[in-house]
């Protein structure tokens, strides 16, 4: 058998088309619609941004300003802030995105680096052919892309590098709870405030260090740290705290009044869900208290409470984790108070680089802590029942214990009731796969067939990968609607359809 012979040149595609319609798919496609609202709005005219996502807006309109360089710089520019500022407004109609006028500002950015390398270098050729054997690739990697079932993108491997940048594998951790002896890490009891600081009484010498000023108030024992919700406590980031094995975070806190989300009571969790957490959280709808803690993988598990939190009352809050069991229990007064738990328990949570905080949480604003806390502990070992019962027993007036309260409850396994929320998916992991796919599909029939018998071909092959990759990947496509899902794969064919048509008739202005 001879070698495969091909008989048409390809396709030839405009680049700047093609590029400006790839990012328009991955950055405005909608991964969930909902309705814009005021918050939302407000949300994205603040320019506050994440220095890692900076980055990567910057990077993903480099080759942008490297394909608009044959324009006037003013042009180019403008054509830049174009493209971003619509996506941006249609992620406003999106639940699965965050927009923001940052975005648009470091897009821009990027934009403008590429047009000065351009100038050092070359700019991208005007036109792309895509040959014959290109576009049987293109196909061969759609197929292999949905055998893969959505778990290699370029979402993916962002989110793969900003956990490296958070938590590299190199960080140094604490080996206590996995593979040595676990101890009292930190125990903060909010005596006094010297100089800014709280001591630690653990005999570490952890200091908390005080942030905006927050004052002393009576507390369940002696004194109390009072949170406004602009106040927490900084603990650093010793390694002691890097915990990568059983922990047990407990705290008496008093409540005055609740953020829209988590109230982080002790935290180390950041946007990437990387850490771990003790909170008072309205996840399962009623204010209850949770546990949350990274896995292996970096995906969130989370212990939800049963009973629901008031304010103005005293409550003794902790949750433990015990690797060897890998099980997650949370604590309300010395009870175990174990409701529904979302998430597999690894053999061992991912710790982060971040600093540890008191009355807030490491990653975000908005999940401040409103109220009083007292008897902060961070512990390198799972407590067990009987010992947080003890930790949350009344002390009598010859300061006796009394254990009334702290009665242990029986065990509830994390099987036992369904949550009423799932750890949110990844929703423009799946977008990237199947926006992906369709460009794979629009490459291999635009180089591989011509006229109408292209578009044919695009909309019989992306009907049918559609449907393997359904089969395939149930798992993951089941978060989304069907017409998503299909839109998805039209949209990464029809920027490769645009691009040949503005290469057949198209000019570069």
């Known amino acids: ?117 351009a100038r050092i270098w070359r ?7 895509i040959p014959p054997p290109a576009g049987l690739a293109a196909a061969v990697l759609a197929v292999v892309y949905v055998g893969l079932g959505a778990s290699v993108t370029v979402d993916a491997m962002l989110e793969t590098a900003d956990g490296w940048i958070e938590a590299p594998p190199w960080m140094t951790t604490n080996p206590r709870g996995r593979l040595a002896s676990g101890v009292l890490e930190g125990h903060w009891t909010f ?34 740290v009072l949170l406004n919700g602009r106040q927490w406590l900084d603990l650093g980031n010793p390694v002691s705290l890097r915990l990568t094995g059983s922990m047990t975070l ?24 990387l850490g771990y957490q003790l909170d008072l959280t309205i996840d399962q709808g009623p204010r209850t208290m949770s546990f949350k803690i990274s896995d292996g993988a970096s ?48 053999g061992r949570p991912r710790p982060t680089g971040r600093h540890v905080f008191i009355g807030r949480r490491a990653g975000s604003r908005g999940y ?53 929320q799932e750890i949110e998916p990844h929703p423009p992991r799946v977008a990237g796969m199947l926006i992906s796919l369709g460009v794979a599909i629009g490459l291999a029939c635009a180089s591989l067939w011509q006229g109408l018998r292209l578009r044919l071909a695009i909309f019989v092959f992306c009907l049918l990968a559609l449907v ?18 299909v839109l998805y794969v039209f949209t990464g064919g029809a920027a490769v359809v645009l691009a040949e048509r503005e290469a057949r008739g198209g000019s570069s202005d």
């Not at 705290?251 to 969790?269: H, K």
């Not at 902790?318 to 409701?339: I, K, Q």
């Not at 930790?391 to 702290?406: K, T």
């Open 1 to 117: 058998m001879g070698p495969v012979r091909f008989h048409r040149p390809g396709a030839s595609l405009r680049t700047d088309v093609l590029l400006g319609a790839l990012i328009l798919a991955f950055t405005a496609a909608p991964t969930q619609l909902r309705v814009a609202d005021v918050g939302a709005l407000h949300s994205a005219l603040t320019l506050q941004l994440h220095p890692f996502d900076a980055v990567v807006n910057v990077l993903g309109y480099v080759p942008l300003g490297f394909a608009l360089a044959t324009r006037r710089v003013t042009r180019a520019l403008l054509a830049a802030f174009s493209l971003s500022l619509f996506a941006e407004a249609v992620q406003l109609f999106s639940t699965g995105r965050d927009p923001a006028l940052a975005d648009v500002v470091t897009n821009v950015a990027g934009a403008g680096v590429g047009l000065a390398l």
């Open 123 to 129: 700019p991208l050729p005007h036109l792309v052919t």
């Open 191 to 224: 005596e006094t405030i010297d100089r800014g600081v709280v001591r630690d009484v653990s005999g570490h010498g952890l200091r908390a260090a005080v942030v905006n000023s927050p004052v002393l108030v009576p507390g369940r024992r002696d004194s109390a």
């Open 250 to 273: 407990s705290a008496w806190v008093r409540p005055q009044a609740f953020p829209s989300d988590d109230a982080a009571i002790i935290s180390s969790l950041t946007d990437r869900e």
């Open 299 to 346: 995906q969130l598990v989370a212990r939800y409470g049963r009973t629901p939190i008031v304010t103005d009352r005293w409550y003794h809050v902790a949750g433990v984790y015990d690797a060897e069991s890998r099980t997650v229990d949370v604590y309300l007064d010395g009870r175990r108070d174990n409701g529904c738990l979302q998430g597999a328990v690894s």
């Open 368 to 420: 401040e802590f409103i109220g009083a806390i007292d008897e902060a502990e961070i512990e390198s070992r799972a407590l067990s029942g009987s010992e947080v019962a003890l930790r949350a027993g009344v002390a009598g007036p010859g300061g006796e214990w009394h254990r009334e309260r702290a009665v242990e409850s029986p065990p509830r396994g994390p099987g036992e009731e369904p949550c009423v």
């Open 468 to 485: 393997v990759d359904m089969l395939v990947a149930v798992p993951k496509l089941a978060l989304q609607p069907v017409w998503l899902a």
